[in-house]
């Protein structure tokens, strides 16, 4: 049976938080072992100012991330919310965002390109499978939300087609 606490674990992972932000890293990964069958593996990403854990193994999931400094000189931006435009394709999955097939190839889309429905507009890489995102309807790009290797979660919003 172990011996750890899960507030051990939350004060933890805040504390992974605090560092990263601190040192201006964008990812930090730690795997803690507290006995044979027990561990804990954490994975702080930062990401235009958002902060995210991602807790593996057989402990419970505890996550605290404190607010970064940022936050409030952002709150005007959130007025005008991504994923809320009707044009707004969103992340069917977590996992990686590409925009070219491979490293230096032409990029699948363009601002201001035109696409057809069904169109590949990016690659999500998620567990070692490339996932090919079509364009869910006709249109113009407007706006790509994403950069090219960067992280993504699900229901993030990716571009904008009008």
């Known amino acids: 049976m172990s011996k750890h606490s899960p507030d051990a674990d939350v004060a933890f992972i805040s504390a992974l938080a605090e560092l990263l932000n601190k040192n201006e890293l964008t990812e930090l ?16 990403v930062k990401q235009a100012n958002i902060v ?4 593996a ?6 996550a605290a991330a404190p607010p970064t400094a940022a936050a ?14 009707p044009g ?11 925009l070219a097939a491979e490293p230096g190839a032409t990029p699948f889309i363009t601002i201001g390109a035109t696409v057809a429905e069904g169109q590949t507009v ?3 890489e998620a567990m070692k499978t490339m996932n090919h995102i079509p364009a869910p309807r006709a249109g113009t790009i407007k706006r790509i939300l994403v950069e090219d ?11 904008i087609i009008e």
Do not use: N, W
């Open 29 to 44: 990964s730690v795997k803690r072992e507290y006995g044979e069958d027990d561990s804990l593996e954490v994975r702080v």
């Open 57 to 62: 193994g057989p402990a419970p999931v505890y």
């Open 122 to 124: 990016l690659i999500i």
């Open 52 to 55: 995210t854990t991602q807790v």
């Open 88 to 98: 707004a394709v969103t992340s069917p999955m977590v996992g990686t965002c590409y």
């Open 72 to 85: 409030p000189a952002a709150a005007p931006a959130a007025m005008e919310d991504p994923a809320q435009h």
């Open 149 to 159: 290797g960067t992280p993504v979660e699900f229901g993030a919003p990716l571009l």
